[in-house]
C-alpha cells in the first residue's frame, strides 16, 4: 500500500481491489486531477460515476455536496452506531457487485473489505466459507448443491464471493452473489 491515497479504515487498500483506479482526469466536486478516481457505485441522483476523487469521499464533502452513498446494504451485527454506519456508506469507496453490494458488520463496527475472491482465495480463509455456506443454506439448497456453489465461486467471473475481515476480532466474513 504505497499509494499516496487517503486512509480508508474499511476499505484498506481501495487500489488493489479496483474500486480506486489510476486515472488524469479531474474529480467533479474538487477539479482536482490528483492521479486517482473512485470506480465503484455512486448512489445519488446524477450519474458520477469515474468522477469522483478518493479525497473527496474520504472528508465527505462528495457526500455531502451530492447526497450520496457508496454501498447499498448492510449485513451482519445490526447493533452499530449510526455514525460508523455513516462512515462506511458516506466517507468510504463502494465496490462493484453482481448485485447490489453490501457491507458486513461485527463486533460493534465495520468490517474492512478486502476484495473479490474466488474458492482458491477462500482456502485460507474457513472461517468466511462457513459464513457463505449458511448464506446458501438460507437460500434453501441441499447440502451437495450448496458445496457445489462454494466450489464454482470465481474471482473474475460469477459467481463471485465478497470478502471482509472483522476490524475488532479479526475473524473474516464474507458473502457472495451472482447475476
Ligand atoms: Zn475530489
Ligand atoms: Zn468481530
Same mark, same amino acid.
Given at each position: 500500500m504505497t499509494h499516496p491515497l487517503p486512509h480508508f479504515p474499511?476499505?484498506?487498500?481501495? *487500489? @488493489?481491489? &479496483?474500486?480506486?483506479?489510476?486515472? !488524469? !482526469? =479531474?474529480?467533479?466536486?474538487?477539479?482536482? @486531477? %490528483? =492521479? $486517482?478516481?473512485?470506480?465503484?457505485?455512486?448512489?445519488? &441522483?446524477e450519474n458520477l460515476d469515474d468522477r469522483l476523487c478518493p479525497w473527496c469521499i474520504a472528508d465527505g464533502s462528495a457526500a455531502e455536496r451530492y447526497d450520496?452513498? $457508496?454501498? &447499498? =446494504?448492510?449485513? =451482519?451485527? %445490526?447493533? *452499530?452506531d449510526a455514525s460508523v454506519r455513516e462512515a *462506511?456508506? %458516506? %466517507?468510504?469507496?463502494?465496490?462493484? @457487485?453482481?448485485?447490489?453490494p453490501q457491507w458486513f458488520f461485527h463486533c460493534g463496527d465495520g468490517a474492512a473489505f478486502l476484495g473479490c475472491v474466488g474458492a482458491a482465495e477462500l482456502a485460507d480463509h474457513p472461517e468466511a466459507i462457513q459464513v457463505l455456506r449458511e448464506e @446458501? &443454506?438460507?437460500w434453501g439448497w441441499p447440502a451437495d448443491q450448496v458445496e457445489h456453489y462454494l466450489a464454482s465461486l470465481d474471482k473474475d467471473g460469477e459467481p463471485t464471493a465478497y470478502l471482509f475481515r472483522c476490524r475488532v476480532c479479526g475473524t473474516h466474513l464474507a458473502f457472495s452473489d451472482f447475476s
Open positions: 474499511y476499505h484498506p487498500d481501495p *487500489v @488493489a481491489t &479496483g474500486a480506486v483506479v489510476p486515472s !488524469e !482526469e =479531474g474529480c467533479v466536486r474538487c477539479g482536482q @486531477a %490528483r =492521479g $486517482f478516481l473512485y470506480s465503484g457505485p455512486v448512489y445519488t &441522483g450520496a452513498h $457508496f454501498t &447499498g =446494504g448492510f449485513l =451482519g451485527d %445490526r447493533n *452499530v *462506511v456508506d %458516506r %466517507r468510504t469507496p463502494g465496490f462493484s @457487485a453482481w448485485q447490489e @446458501a &443454506g438460507d
